[in-house]
């Protein structure tokens, strides 16, 4: 009866166990990303940016990349955020809004060119393979396939 009470707690602190490293669900992946984008309807309404111009985009090891520019000194002060709308139009593909911020307290007239990455996992939308992202003040749509 011992043998039994004992198997039975061993096979139930076996089944609890929080190791991760067995995870194959692939909405938890997480990539090496400069920033997470931030998923808020209140932020996303309610955020001021400085003037800046995109240039590209393109996808690096699971990454959004957006390319930009604007006036400053040198960049090194600015600081951007990517907000989502946290609303998901349904279509075929599903699309969502996102707009990035950026903070740019640089008072020069050089036209300075950065990269950031974004973390955009967290916008996947269930039962779908890819969504269409309308990024505010790019003339194109960016596709997101996953």
């Known amino acids: 009866m011992k043998n039994l009470i004992f ?14 490293d067995n995870n194959n669900d692939t909405n938890l ?21 400085s003037d800046v111009g995109f240039v590209d985009y393109s996808f690096v090891d ?8 604007s006036s400053g000194c040198d960049g090194s002060t600015w600081t951007v955020e990517l907000i989502d709308s946290g609303n998901v139009m349904e279509s075929a593909p599903p699309q969502r809004n996102i707009r990035m911020v950026l903070d740019n307290q640089e008072a020069c007239l050089a036209v300075i060119g950065k990269e950031t990455s974004f973390d955009i996992s967290s916008l996947r939308v269930e039962g779908s393979d890819e969504v269409i992202l309308h990024l505010e003040n790019f003339d194109e749509d960016i596709l997101y396939e996953y």
Do not use: K
């Open 29 to 49: 992946v997480t990539y090496d990303c400069d920033q997470e984008v931030v998923i808020s309807n209140e932020q996303f309404q309610n955020a001021t940016t």
């Open 62 to 69: 699971g990454c959004l990349e957006l390319s930009y520019s």
């Open 7 to 20: 198997l039975a707690l061993a096979c139930l602190f076996i089944s609890c166990d929080s190791d991760d």
